[in-house]
């Protein structure tokens, strides 16, 4: 999944753009800095920025997905395999992905 932030008629705006991308996850910031960017995703309810990586919001990302019990199956899939690198949050409402600036 790749979730962007840009800044489109002078406002930054987040969103998940790839959902059916289930073996990446990332956060490309196009032409905003972190700031910019961290109140977006706020804004969005996706997540925040702690760094160079984002804490995104695991269900978020889901309500992002297509809702087939495939599609599913395959994002908790990822999470899992998130979680056993250590990528997740503790309760398990989070997952971070690296940052991409653009």
């Known amino acids: 999944m790749i979730a962007v932030v840009s800044n489109e008629g002078g ?5 998940v753009a790839d959902p059916a991308n289930l073996r990446q996850l990332q956060v490309e910031f196009r032409g905003v800095d972190d700031v910019t960017a961290a109140a977006a995703l706020s804004a969005a309810g996706l997540g925040t920025v702690d760094g160079d990586h984002v ?14 019990a495939e599609w599913a199956e395959q994002f908790d899939g990822m999470i899992a395999y998130a979680a056993s690198k250590g990528w997740t949050s503790p309760d398990g409402t989070a997952v971070q992905a690296h940052i991409v600036r653009r």
């Open 11 to 15: 406002e930054a705006r987040a969103a």
């Open 55 to 68: 804490w995104l919001s695991a269900a978020a990302l889901k309500a992002a997905g297509d809702g087939s």
